[in-house]
């Protein structure tokens, strides 16, 4: 009982100290090939920002994201293919976003362009100030770049490294951003990349995702560490049995990468989740009262119900339930996953 009555003590200090996950807002991811998905199969579902919506709507149905990335552009504006003058990148002002995510200079790191490397800060704290003094004021983020391998000879994994990351790195100094580590999160991972060492697969976008939106959040895992499909005690009682060691499956607080030990910032990270059910992409509760709607209470993909089906608010298992009468009452849905995409279940 003793141990007991103290989790439950604790429970009530994690909780009343817990920082609210931040508001639902509208993400401009901005960038070049890598950022549009160049290569991927299904660009549109596996392309990094396409992700990474997925991954913030599992805090907040409203977030969105849209993707304004440019295969082949540059961030120099002496480039050879200058970003600032693509119709991405008016549209992505034109978008008054909440937060800007700049993931550019890859294409930059060839010689025919690099001879311009000293209008390289210049010109990208031309690109924050245009963001910056939108109405909107967002929240501006600095990718550090990917690793290259590349077979494409003008694109050189050394200058990105020793020169434009330690320029890059250099921003804050300047304007008010934020850096995003995505080099040390993905250089010795091969598996990341499609087979000319430049592009990210599948995987290495859904990496991507994952380390931008741990930034986003301030969470680096989403805590549901027995694969149950729900974040509760049982999940609690998993991390307080690692407590003050360094196994990096719970040290989910501060991200991107934690801080090598389990503690209380692990645990006020986990109580942003507590009852929740990550992974999901919809969610009917069918708790209504009355009407003609189920509605999708993590996503925006809202039931239209057809016939005459009884809402039965004291009839669930669990709070409210719809009654079918078994021959045409039903709730279609619009369309949410496509099985040629990969495999998902249904409860």
Same mark, same amino acid.
């Given at each position: 009982?003793?141990k007991?009555i103290?989790i439950?003590?604790?429970?009530a200090f994690i909780?009343?100290?817990s920082?609210?996950?931040?508001?639902a807002?509208?993400?401009?991811c901005?960038?070049?090939?890598?950022t549009y998905?160049?290569?991927?199969?299904n660009?549109a579902y596996n392309?990094?920002?396409?992700q990474?919506e997925?991954?913030?709507?599992?805090?907040?149905?409203?977030?969105?994201?849209r993707n304004?990335?440019?295969?082949?552009?540059?961030l120099?504006r002496?480039?050879s293919?200058?970003?600032?003058?693509r119709?991405?990148y008016n549209s992505a002002?034109?978008?008054?976003?909440?937060?800007?995510?700049?993931?550019l200079?890859?294409?930059?790191s060839a010689?025919?362009n690099?001879?311009?490397k000293d209008?390289?800060?210049p010109?990208?704290?031309?690109l924050i100030?245009?963001f910056?003094q939108l109405?909107?004021?967002?929240?501006?983020?600095i990718c550090y770049?990917?690793?290259?391998?590349?077979?494409?000879?003008h694109?050189?994994?050394?200058?990105?490294?020793?020169e434009i990351?330690?320029?890059?790195?250099?921003?804050p100094?300047y304007?008010?951003?934020?850096l995003?580590?995505?080099?040390t999160?993905?250089k010795?991972?091969?598996n990341?990349?499609?087979?000319d060492?430049?592009?990210?697969?599948?995987?290495?976008?859904?990496?991507?995702?994952?380390?931008?939106?741990?930034?986003l959040t301030?969470?680096?895992?989403?805590?549901?560490?027995n694969?149950?499909?729900?974040?509760?005690?049982?999940?609690?009682c998993?991390? =307080?049995?690692? @407590?003050?060691? +360094?196994e990096?499956?719970? %040290? #989910?607080a501060?991200?991107?990468? $934690?801080?090598s030990i389990?503690?209380?910032?692990?645990?006020?990270a986990?109580?942003?989740?507590l009852?929740?059910?990550p992974g999901a =992409?919809?969610? @009917?509760?069918? +708790?209504?009262?009355?009407? %003609? #709607?189920a509605?999708d209470?993590? $996503?925006?993909?809202?039931?239209v119900?057809?016939?005459?089906p009884?809402?039965?608010p004291e009839?669930g298992?669990?709070?409210g339930?719809?009654?079918l009468?078994?021959?045409d009452d039903?709730v279609?849905t619009?369309?949410?996953?496509n099985?040629?995409?990969?495999?998902?279940s249904?409860?």
């Amino acid at each position: 009982m003793k141990k007991t009555i103290s989790i439950v003590l604790v429970l009530a200090f994690i909780i009343g100290l817990s920082p609210s996950v931040a508001d639902a807002k509208l993400v401009a991811c901005v960038g070049a090939s890598i950022t549009y998905g160049y290569g991927l199969p299904n660009q549109a579902y596996n392309c990094y920002p396409a992700q990474l919506e997925r991954i913030l709507r599992q805090f907040d149905s409203h977030w969105e994201t849209r993707n304004f990335g440019v295969s082949g552009a540059t961030l120099l504006r002496k480039g050879s293919y200058p970003y600032v003058e693509r119709g991405a990148y008016n549209s992505a002002l034109a978008s008054e976003p909440d937060v800007v995510v700049i993931h550019l200079g890859g294409n930059d790191s060839a010689s025919n362009n690099w001879v311009h490397k000293d209008d390289f800060i210049p010109d990208y704290l031309a690109l924050i100030d245009s963001f910056a003094q939108l109405p909107s004021q967002p929240d501006i983020y600095i990718c550090y770049l990917t690793p290259r391998s590349s077979i494409y000879s003008h694109i050189r994994n050394s200058v990105i490294r020793n020169e434009i990351d330690p320029l890059i790195s250099q921003l804050p100094t300047y304007r008010e951003v934020q850096l995003i580590d995505l080099y040390t999160a993905m250089k010795d991972s091969p598996n990341l990349y499609q087979p000319d060492g430049v592009h990210l697969s599948t995987e290495g976008t859904r990496l991507m995702a994952e380390v931008i939106a741990s930034v986003l959040t301030g969470v680096r895992a989403i805590p549901d560490f027995n694969g149950d499909g729900i974040v509760d005690c049982a999940d609690i009682c998993l991390m =307080v049995d690692h @407590w003050h060691t +360094d196994e990096p499956a719970y %040290d #989910i607080a501060p991200p991107p990468f $934690g801080d090598s030990i389990v503690d209380v910032q692990d645990l006020i990270a986990l109580a942003e989740y507590l009852l929740t059910y990550p992974g999901a =992409v919809a969610y @009917w509760k069918l +708790d209504e009262t009355e009407g %003609d #709607i189920a509605y999708d209470s993590i $996503g925006v993909n809202d039931g239209v119900l057809t016939g005459v089906p009884a809402w039965q608010p004291e009839g669930g298992m669990v709070d409210g339930a719809l009654q079918l009468d078994g021959i045409d009452d039903y709730v279609s849905t619009p369309f949410v996953l496509n099985p040629a995409d990969g495999k998902f279940s249904v409860f």
